[in-house]
């Protein structure tokens, strides 16, 4: 049974800080491309950041270029999200995602977590 658990949100300032975290069991992770993605109240879900089984040539969305930097640690079969200089519309319920290979080529697989809510106060 595959399993995708965020953890790690919460309400913060805009300029703070949160580091979103993604446990995964169920599938041998460091065979997997991850990734993370939001979706705001009243709008479709968003690509936010991903990064292939390797480790490597990791990629962002534009609105989180430069402010958000995604990692994994194929030891503990996790893969993070370090998000800093959040803003107000960075609200969002934040999932993570297995891809279907080692690399985004595959395309995304159908397992999601559960999601953890980031709130960005003004």
């Known amino acids: 049974q595959v399993q995708l658990v965020e953890s790690g949100g919460g309400l913060v300032q805009a300029g703070g800080s949160l580091r979103l975290s993604c446990a995964a069991s169920?599938?041998?992770?460091?065979?997997?491309?991850m990734g993370w993605f939001r979706q705001a109240p009243g709008k479709e879900r968003e690509f936010v950041a991903r990064i292939p089984a390797s480790g490597g040539s990791t990629s962002y969305a534009n609105s989180v270029k430069g402010r958000f930097t995604i990692s994994r640690d194929n030891a503990k079969n996790t893969v993070y999200l370090q998000m800093n200089s959040l803003k107000p519309e960075d609200t969002a319920v934040y999932y993570c995602?297995?891809?279907?290979?080692?690399?985004?080529?595959?395309?995304?697989?159908?397992?999601w977590g559960q999601g953890t809510q980031v709130t960005v106060s003004s």
């Open positions: 995602a297995f891809y279907r290979g080692s690399t985004y080529y595959s395309g995304l697989s159908d397992y």
């Open positions: 169920g599938r041998t992770f460091r065979q997997y491309a």
